[in-house]
């Protein structure tokens, strides 16, 4: 079946732009995962949703970033003003349910700001 | 959350087992066992989970010694396709299993 998907696979933006970077989790996921890769390094979490509720945002770097999943599904990272520390790797992931399950990955948005 | 120390780098041969291990002294009672996978420019992807003991799949076994304070993730005969970067994670209830947390990874290298 169908993995996560994520769009665009690649996005570059002017300093101060603002980007919405989208994931479409494997249908009928109920949890979806925001992380941040830098270049070297692991995947470092920013927010979980079950279902529409965001029940963790701890990772968000800053007040600029922001996400959402409206319906439950699709989800939209936003980045508001972006910095050129935002450059990196964005990765959505979802997993069918809570607890010690595998989550599925997608590509990931690699973000370059100039 | 338990914090995980791995290798930085391995290398190896086609057809050799590989074995990396990954030390959580500080693992906490419901926190289980993660290996996840990376290529170049894809996601993480799962490989193997535990708790304790021994746990196998088809690509992969996971050695996890009674005290839990460390894992070996074993890699049968590997092949130049498993050049990839190796995490290991340990998470449970209490940290939550959805804030997966990764370290830098072993990088391994598999040479013909």
């Known amino acids: 079946g169908a993995g996560v998907s994520q769009s665009p696979r690649y996005k570059v933006a002017k300093r101060g732009q603002d980007v919405a970077l989208r994931c479409d989790p494997i249908s009928g996921h109920v949890s979806l995962f925001w992380y941040q890769q830098a270049l070297g390094q692991g995947p470092e979490f920013l927010t979980y949703?079950?279902?529409?509720?965001?029940?963790?945002k701890s990772g968000l770097p800053s007040d600029r970033f922001f996400a959402e999943r409206p319906e439950g599904s699709v989800s939209t990272l936003k980045i508001q003003r972006t910095q050129q520390e935002d450059s990196a790797v964005y990765l959505c992931?979802?997993?069918?349910?809570?607890?010690?399950?595998?989550?599925?990955f997608g590509p990931g948005t690699r973000l370059t700001v100039t | 959350l338990a914090k995980t120390t791995q290798p930085i780098s391995m290398d190896s041969y086609e057809g050799q087992e590989v074995n990396i291990t990954c030390s959580h002294n500080?693992?906490?009672?419901?926190?289980?066992i993660t290996w996840y996978q990376q290529f170049p420019s894809q996601g993480p992807r799962f490989i193997i989970q535990?708790?304790?003991t021994k746990v196998t799949n088809e690509v992969a076994s996971l050695f996890i010694p009674a005290d839990r304070k460390s894992s070996t993730l074993s890699l049968p005969r590997v092949s130049l396709s498993d050049t990839a970067v190796y995490y290991c994670l340990v998470g449970g209830d209490s940290t939550g299993f959805q804030k997966l947390v990764f370290g830098t990874g072993t990088r391994l290298l598999v040479s013909p």
């Open positions: 992931a979802s997993m069918e349910r809570e607890g010690p399950y595998e989550q599925y």
């Open positions: 535990g708790y304790k």
């Open positions: 949703f079950q279902n529409e509720a965001q029940l963790d």
């Open positions: 500080n693992i906490a009672t419901n926190d289980y």
